[in-house]
């Protein structure tokens, strides 16, 4: 191996073995949040609803849960590790190290993304078990996760940089994160919705990225599929782009 990826490798090292020593906190309450979404959702609402689209409501709704906690957890992750690290003033020494700013951001972007994808696989392994999930469109599936994790551990790592207190990370995902993520249709279908709710969540981009998932596992979709995909790929490499240069400027990375 060259010194690079020697490097690199123990930048994301660094960043998987910080989540995993708090297993309880960033793996286990977001599986425990989880559970209670399927119970709660699937024995209150399932017995009402029962169906949509064909699908029974707790199948239904299971791909968006997937995707909100691959999102929710690779966001979190990178946001709160970057502001973490400038309080501490530990980025300081990374930023003056060999490393390059590519290799430093692919390093924070990975951390979240292993964590969310863990949680996501967890979450999927016990609805698979619980209810039974199927996977119809596997070669849309994977690369659709993979670009919603991506994308989300990017939104992460632009929130951590230009965020200048803890309360700036908190605002950008109570009042911004989980409203898009839920108001997307995780628990619904928007051809349900009156207008113009209805209008108004085809400008939500968290829909077109449930749509994706939920043609991936169930084979239903109110979105164009491969619009979806070709939007969310530029969406992703513009988020990267940015935060690249961000990185190379080293941009609000010193408190």
Known sequence: MTPGQIRFLALVRREVNRFMKIKRQTVGAPLLETFLYISVFGAALGTRIRELHGFDYVVFVIPGLIMMAWAINAFTNNSSSILQQKFQRAIDDQLSSPASPLELLLAFSLGGFVRGMLVALLTFGASAVLIGVPVEHVLVLLPALGLVGFFFAQLGVLIGVRAE??????????????????????????????????????????????????????????????MSLGLLTLATLALFAVNWRLFARGYKLRV
């Open 165 to 226: 207190q803890f309360d700036d990370v908190s605002f950008a995902q109570t009042f911004v994160l989980q409203p898009l993520i839920f108001l997307g249709g995780v628990f619904y279908s928007a051809s349900l919705l009156p207008e113009p709710f209805q209008t108004l969540t085809h400008f939500n981009p968290v829909y077109y990225m449930i749509a994706l998932v939920r043609y991936g596992f169930l084979g239903y979709s109110e979105a164009n599929v491969a």
